[in-house]
């Protein structure tokens, strides 16, 4: 005869914990694995959500420092201090800082005041007598030169793209000046020529100048809305030394050709403005270089 003991009692409950389960509280127990399995898969999925925001997060503030701090704003021999003052509001509008002011005005109050919150961009604004001192200074790979009056075909200097163009197309992950000019006279035929591109804003032909401040937003407003698109891994623009070299393979070319020399002279000119529009990349100079070398070399072969 089994007595009722701890033991028992025990026992007891261990077999009515058994039998009092039932299919439905199965069934109950099934939907909390799931549960807990969904929210784990939820966390995972968030924490590897989390950690691409993150990346770019910082690709896009690796951008951002790298569009304020690589492009250069250069007035060349501004006119008037007010002048200087409405561009570097211009400037703080869209994210630039780097104003240069190549042999300006003595910069009276006005400047400061034109700026309003862009006051700062006129007080760290660095100033040079000629282009030249700044491009040497600066050591800047890609030089933009702004018109208002748009050349043809045949205009071999320089022929100009759209601030569209310009925006699209522009990597900022080496130096970049964009220069504005005089406002009577603009930039002189030399100063364009030494600019790897040209940039014009199609405007009516009855009154085609712009004021200085408002070509330049319209300029700026294109470069800041295709910030993000810059910095591409493996499309670093090549540089101002590597395009040198190229041009220089190529003049070497066309030298060994036995054709006239103004022929010459425009065949220079016309490569050199397919390569500043294209924006080649580091990768395609350096094997179109080793093209034209090889080229060079078969030539003298013969």
């Known amino acids: 005869m089994v007595k009722i003991g701890d033991a028992a009692v025990s026992e007891e409950k261990v077999v009515e914990t058994a039998a009092m389960s039932s299919p439905e509280e199965k069934e109950e127990s099934v939907p909390e694995k799931q549960s807990t399995s969904t929210k784990k898969s939820k966390a995972k999925k968030q924490s590897r959500g989390t950690a691409r925001s993150k990346i770019v997060r910082e690709q896009e503030e690796k951008e951002t420092n790298l569009f304020k701090e690589n492009i250069y704003i250069v007035f060349v021999e501004c006119e008037t201090p007010g002048n200087i003052g409405f561009l570097a509001r211009t400037m703080a509008n869209f994210g630039l800082k780097n104003l240069v002011l ?3 005005p003595t910069l009276t109050n006005e400047a400061y005041y034109q700026a309003t919150h862009g006051k700062y961009i006129v007080e760290n604004a660095k100033i040079y007598p000629t282009l030249d001192d700044f491009y040497q200074s600066q050591r800047i790979d890609f030089k933009v030169a702004s018109t208002g009056m748009a050349g043809g075909s045949y205009n071999l200097s ?14 900022v992950s080496n130096k970049i000046a964009i220069l504005f000019g005089r406002e009577g006279n603009g930039l002189t035929n030399n100063e364009v020529s030494d600019c790897d591109i040209c940039v014009s804003i199609p405007t009516d032909p009855t009154y085609p100048i712009m004021n200085i401040s408002h070509a330049a937003a319209i ?5 800041f809305k295709n910030k993000h698109d810059y910095g591409v891994e493996g499309l670093d623009e090549s540089s101002d030394l590597e395009k040198e070299y190229l041009l220089k393979d190529m003049r070497d070319l066309i ?12 065949g220079l000119k016309t ?5 500043s529009r294209a924006f ?19 030539i003298g072969e013969q």
């Open 255 to 266: 030298n060994s050709l036995d054709i006239p020399e103004h022929k010459k002279k425009n």
């Open 280 to 298: 080649i990349t580091a990768r395609e100079a350096h094997t179109f270089k080793g093209i034209l070398r090889r080229l060079k070399n078969k």
């Open 271 to 275: 490569f050199n403005n397919i390569i």
């Open 158 to 171: 320089r022929i100009p793209i759209r601030p569209e163009e310009l925006g699209k197309s522009m990597n």
């Open 102 to 104: 190549i042999n300006p």
């Open 219 to 223: 300029i700026f407003y294109e470069l």
